[in-house]
């Protein structure tokens, strides 16, 4: 059998809606209200581990924004920000504890030129403010607005998700298929959901149900 690629497919995009809440049910529902504009406080800050689902939320509040017909834009933090900023109605920016020293005067400025305007800042990171490895004004502008900390799914919660990407790319999962994935594959899951999409693209080609030895065969696991 050929190698399949076990990636999330490409037509799969992070919204507000296909996000599995858990424990996070406050942070969905704050970044609903400031992507449409009804949240009073414009200043958003998201952390928690790798993998903790943050970058989802990044992107789907952008996503979100942009379906008003506003100019928003997801970045991706390096050592420094880009120049292009100006003029965005929202911007979320993932992993600000990545930014040098210019990168962080950067944001700081950012911060302050939003502040005097009408826009909206999402940032985020693998630890709480006071913990980043930052300038003091720099975190201090962090800590500004509403911060939360993301908490990882449950066993439970992953299941759900699995049905739910299944349910959103159009097939069902046969009995066990979601369990036995959680069991034997990396348990974040950006891997959870790449496995899903491969398994559904290899029972397409074979025009095989899914199944769990459906499920093995793909992940070339020994039973």
């Not at 919660?157 to 049905?163: F, I, N, P, R, S």
Request: a negative charge.
């Amino acid at each position: 059998m050929k190698q399949l690629l076990l990636e999330i497919s490409a037509d799969f995009t992070p919204a507000l809606e296909n996000y599995v809440a858990g424990r996070n049910a406050e942070v969905l529902q704050a970044l609903s209200e400031s992507a449409a504009g009804t949240q009073p406080e414009r200043f958003i800050y998201l952390w928690g581990e790798p993998n903790s689902g943050k970058t989802h939320l990044l992107h789907a509040f952008v996503e979100a924004v942009s379906r008003r017909g506003l100019k928003s834009v997801y970045v991706q933090c390096g050592a420094a920000l880009p120049d292009d900023l100006e003029g965005y109605d929202a911007v979320a920016l993932d992993d600000v504890g990545r930014l040098d020293g210019e990168g962080q005067i950067a944001l700081f400025n950012l911060y302050n030129r939003l502040r005097e305007g009408r826009g909206r800042l999402l940032t985020s990171g693998q630890c709480a403010p006071a913990q980043l490895t930052m300038r003091p004004d720099v975190v201090t502008r962090l800590g500004w607005g509403l911060v939360y900390q993301i908490h990882g799914l449950s066993d439970d919660e992953k299941v759900q998700a699995l049905h739910a990407h299944a349910a959103s790319r159009g097939f069902r999962l046969g009995a066990g298929v979601a369990e036995y994935l959680l069991r034997h594959w990396r348990r974040d899951l950006p891997s959870l959901l790449g496995a899903l999409d491969a398994l559904d693209r290899h029972s397409l080609e074979t025009k095989r149900p899914i199944t769990v030895p459906l499920l093995r065969e793909t992940l070339r696991l020994e039973v």
